[in-house]
């Protein structure tokens, strides 16, 4: 008979790329009673979060909601809903997320479009409007406005108006900006977004909000064919989340509620407030990475603030590194994926994770471990590095 | 200024169709610390989830985990990863899930052969095999183990065998079944099965456990084309369950603290127990709704013994009775589906539902909304009977 413990996993610091760390309002509020998907409780509380979702996204789309997964499943759901075979898709792709975004669309049926820029750095706008120019009948630009594998920051506050010039709509990875950095997705005319739960926003993974302009809605209810996927279908869920109420599945009851709380504490704390204090946070943290001898690796001038690109120095050993860290302050940090594996360590400050005290942390804990694998630090000088920006900014 | 009050739902007694009542020690479990999804405190969470799960699906099957999404979005795993473009594929349809089934795989490009039965039947094996038969190429067989929108117990066990001979693969709809009757996965030779986190598994919705055989997986791993599914795409999430543990999607961690601490509450209660459990309160209930002058909607002899659909008497209206229920008792039950809207109530008793209590308060509940309704009832007469049914079968 095997035998199976009862749950103990470390309190740990979360300093990745995400999960980030959950506020304990957010815990409550997952305790609160299961109830029916139907119920009127829970009818209440999904309008609610319709409405703080729409602050958040600074949008009035009416067709703003969690999709019932994790930020993947929101990618999932524009591009299920928005392509049908042979549609011209382009995608920048930078980094990891782009690349995610060009094989989902490839395996729904579009011609992709791929403009490639070397990871770490922008996809130069006007190589996006020449992709775009060439097409025959571009349906769709996507971009990722925060690229999670590299720490670049995209520049797509044009892209809406240069995209429909083409005739083309815009889609936009915001996974690692919404509640970190402005997401203007009206101003900004993206006709369609997606995130996740456990980043900026703050509450545990498990949800994928979205919005949806009323032209990407159009261009869904005018598809010749059904949606590839059931699960992912908007005419049908928008009958479930709109007022018709109409079951389709049975949403995840407890994240709901996860996310509620979560962004009730962003509406608390006002989303400009919320910028400043990742941007505070940021460039203390990154003036102390400097100041201990380490390298940013995302190109100067595009830094995402919420997530920081460091190079592994040369002789350390990363695996062991982040190991260390783990295991002696609960302390934990990103590695690089794919061909940045080994090369860098990605540094969060997302949602309830960005903290003074954490930029504390990471730095002392980063300086002790690299001294610990031979590397000459002049200890201290991070932090007050650090100190130094913060009194500057007042 | 919108203001957002602080969550308070009802707490319900949740006798529908799912979601069912929480256990406490699982609503604790969420609360556990969210750590990275790559975390080893969380790895060992998976390795026992996984255990845990082949335990529950009688399989040995390696790969078995649950997906990142509700029951659904483990159907749609199933079938976006068996089928390709002009697979045929044979549906048995004789209620909603079936139907669900059937839309899911015809969008995947599969072409779609109904064995289609009256609401409220069975799909006769015979007709399946006939359909088999015919087929050029049978690639799949799909049906729903317990049809959430009927009440009916489909035939299951033979159909392993059967749809071998024909060199088709089987899939099996457990949603409603897994932890309330035995799905024996690896005895019936079911190749694809999934089910969902919130009905007799016992934790919140947000779940779908899934388990593949390996002749499943012999045939994705031999696709001539991706799965259409980026999300749901087994061949790189069976690379993060397994030893490689590459990422792909930000695990949903609460959920999955949730569905380990509702399996562990399975295994310690025994699935022999369990199953016993729902067959004595399903009895009960059923005797009682009989002695109340109701009549059980199912098909006699393939009822299910975990949801009961119960036909509403004329003159009395449905809404207004589950909205009394709903009100007076905080006591949900379940409404019909598409044809059956307005015509059945689904009464479930599912996992931590599944109690004398609930019995007891569903039985007298509907006497007295009944009777508010002026439906002549003998009261006390379904308690009598449910409580001579417990004492029998001591």
């Known amino acids: ?56 996204f600074q949008t009035d789309n009416e067709i703003t909601f969690p999709v019932s997964g994790t930020g993947s499943a929101g990618m999932e759901t524009a591009l299920a809903n928005l392509i049908e075979d042979d549609d011209e898709v382009i995608v920048g792709v930078n980094g990891a997320f ?29 190589r996006l409007e020449a992709a775009l120019r060439q097409a025959r009948r571009p349906k769709l630009l996507a971009v990722v406005q925060a690229e ?6 995209q520049p797509v506050e044009e892209l809406g108006v240069m995209a429909h010039r083409y005739g083309a709509l815009v889609l936009m990875d915001a996974v690692t900006s919404l509640g970190c950095v402005p997401v203007e997705i009206d101003r900004w005319q993206i006709d369609a977004c997606y995130s996740c739960s456990q980043k900026g926003i703050g ?25 590839r996927s059931w699960y992912f279908d908007l005419s049908m869920i928008e ?5 018709d109420r109409l079951y389709h599945h049975t949403a995840p009851i407890s994240m709901n509620y996860a996310i509620y709380e979560a962004l009730r504490i962003i509406v608390e704390e006002g989303l400009e ?51 260390e860290l783990l295991r002696t302050f609960n302390l934990e940090i990103g590695a690089g994926l794919g061909p940045l594996k080994g090369k860098i360590w990605r540094i ?18 980063l300086e002790a471990a690299l001294s610990a694998q031979g590397m000459e630090i002049a200890r201290g000088a991070a932090l007050m590095a650090a100190d130094k920006t913060y009194n500057n900014a007042r």
């Not at 782009?98 to 990871?119: N, S």
């Open 1 to 56: 008979m095997i035998s199976f413990p009862e749950l103990q996993p470390s309190a740990r610091v979360l300093l990745g790329p995400g999960p980030s760390n959950v506020h304990p309002r957010v815990m409550k509020a997952m305790l609160s009673p299961v109830v029916g998907h139907l119920d009127p409780d829970f009818v209440r509380v999904m309008e609610d979060i319709k409405k703080l979702l729409r602050i958040v």
């Open 348 to 365: 969060g400050l997302m949602g309830e994770s960005s903290r003074r005290e954490n930029v504390m942390l990471v730095l002392n804990a």
């Open 203 to 227: 509450a545990p993974p498990g949800l994928a909000p979205v919005t949806f302009s009323e032209r990407a809605m159009q261009t869904i209810r005018a598809r010749k064919r059904k949606c």
């Open 98 to 126: 782009g690349e995610r975004l060009a094989d989902a669309a490839h395996r729904l049926g579009a011609k992709v479009c791929r403009v490639d820029a070397e990871w770490g750095r922008i996809v130069e706008p006007d």
């Open 239 to 243: 009958r479930y989340w709109g007022p």
């Open 273 to 323: 407030a919320r910028f400043k204090r990742h941007a505070a946070n940021a460039a203390a943290l990154q003036a102390g990475i400097v100041a201990m001898g380490l390298e940013l690796a995302a190109q100067p001038g595009h830094r995402l603030p919420q997530l920081a690109a460091v190079r592994v120095p040369d002789g350390i050993d990363d695996a062991r590194l982040r190991g």
């Open 148 to 153: 999670t594998s590299t720490g670049v920051y």
